[in-house]
């Protein structure tokens, strides 16, 4: 079955038509780029994914049952992780410490635990933390990381619920381009051996060109096409929808 089927997605602000009758397929194990100039509609697109806006019309299946309009806290229960652009990790606890909390969140415990939770599946914790390539930092306060290396973390920390759908708003931004493809290639390691999806938002072109499975491009609400990587960057009214926009559509080697 289908993990995600965006089916006739529409939600508007006032007059405006953010997004217009959107629909987007993703199966598991696959990384599915959304882009799109500046307002074209991926964060609202993403938003309603994840439960942070009640979409006007469509649905949002969850392999087959319909999501949208559900709390967050619903749809994450659901199995949908997400990571945010904000650093979100707790600057004064150490690494493995994090991962903890992450864990203690998803086993339904509150945060008032953590005193006497200090040891809550500390291997778990650091097993997860291999996965990324963390263990090796894994006492170190958060606060020391460097910033490629909390994005790292904050991984682990969407790991750590066991996502069966995974939402990545712009997960590179601010990183150095080297640092990007490395993530983003982790990400894909990940989403193959677990079998999870991931759809995620990019402004750069070098990962989604070099990274994504499939490629949605959202124009003015609308979805302007969707295909693989190359179908995309072939696509001529995609490169039309990006003429004057500064980005390039080529995968920089
Ligand atoms: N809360 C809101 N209230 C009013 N208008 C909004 C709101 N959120 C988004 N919009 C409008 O909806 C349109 C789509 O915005 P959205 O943020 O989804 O685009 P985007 O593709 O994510 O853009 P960017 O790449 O700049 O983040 C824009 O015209 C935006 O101004």
């Given amino acids: 079955m289908t993990l995600l089927q965006v089916e006739q997605l529409s939600k508007s602000f006032g007059g405006v038509q953010a997004v217009q009758g959107v629909s987007l397929a993703l199966q598991a194990g696959e990384m599915l780029a959304l882009i799109g100039p500046n307002g074209a509609g991926k964060s609202t697109t993403f938003n309603m994914v994840g439960g942070q806006l009640v979409p006007d019309r469509g649905r949002v299946l969850l392999r087959g049952q319909d999501i949208a309009g559900l709390a967050p806290r619903a749809i994450w229960r659901r ?116 079998q999870m999806g991931v759809l995620f938002t990019e402004h750069s072109m070098e990962v989604v060109f070099g990274l994504a499975d499939r490629v949605a491009v959202l124009v003015r609400g609308q979805l302007l096409a969707e295909g693989t990587p190359q179908a995309i960057r072939d696509d001529a009214r995609v490169q039309q929808a990006y003429l004057g926009t500064g980005l390039v559509l080529e995968a920089q080697q």
């Fill in 79 to 194: 199995g949908v992780g997400r990571t945010f652009q904000i650093a979100q990790t707790f600057a004064s606890f150490s690494v493995v410490e994090n991962v903890q909390l992450a864990l203690l969140s998803h086993d339904r415990h509150t945060f008032r635990w953590w005193p006497r939770a200090a040891a809550h599946r500390r291997g778990d914790a650091l097993a997860l933390l291999e996965q990324v390539g963390m263990v090796a930092q894994a006492d170190r306060p958060c606060s020391e990381l460097a910033y490629g290396d909390v994005k790292r973390v904050e991984l682990a920390l969407a790991l750590a619920h066991d996502p069966q759908l995974l939402l990545m708003d712009e997960p590179t931004a601010g990183m150095a381009p080297g640092e990007r493809v490395a993530l983003m290639q982790l990400t894909r390691d990940l989403a193959r051996a677990r």
